[in-house]
């Protein structure tokens, strides 16, 4: 009976374990993507970021790029600071590790016109993703399907315990 128990168990926690590590996928600036339009200090705000979650910057390849930047070349809008510069028009950026990110288009002038987004990573890959307490309209759809799986999830969990118990 005992082993029947700790079958149980471990079976919960395997159908549990995944629902709680699934990382998120953020659509930079949502249906405006990645563009002079995007106001990304509002977007970002009320997100919750964790290790493992991936930025989509979506864009014309030819109009803008995206850059990893540092504090300091972010508050100048330095281009020439960059640590790293992506620019295909759908670029996905995993986020490998917790800490303030800070990214911007280095074509000229767009940096200052507000195309600049700095986000803070919360560490730890056990971090669940919950939904923003306020999400923006447009991202709202994605936040609550990461959130219902997760429901859903935990309450087929729930029925195999009462099944094995």
């Known amino acids: 009976m005992a082993s029947k128990q700790m079958l149980a168990i471990l079976a919960v926690v395997a159908v549990i374990l995944p629902s709680i590590t699934m990382a998120t996928e953020f659509i930079v600036g949502d249906e405006v993507g990645w563009s002079l339009k995007g106001n990304y200090t509002a977007w970002a705000m009320g997100k919750v970021f964790n290790v493992g979650d991936t930025l989509v910057f979506n864009y014309p390849s030819d109009k803008h790029n995206v850059q990893k930047i540092g504090l300091d070349g972010f508050k100048a809008c330095d281009s020439s600071k960059a640590l790293e510069t992506v620019k295909t028009g759908k670029d996905v950026i995993t986020l490998a590790k917790p800490g303030k990110k800070w990214y911007i288009c280095g074509i000229s002038g767009h940096c200052d016109a507000g195309m600049k987004l700095v986000i803070n990573v919360a560490g730890g890959a056990m971090a669940p993703t919950l939904p923003p307490t306020a999400p923006s309209p447009d991202s ?17 969990s729930l029925v195999m315990a009462f099944i094995l118990f």
Request: hydrophobic fraction near 60%.
């Open 140 to 156: 709202s759809a994605h936040m609550t399907a990461a959130f219902c799986s997760k429901l859903v999830m935990g309450a087929l």
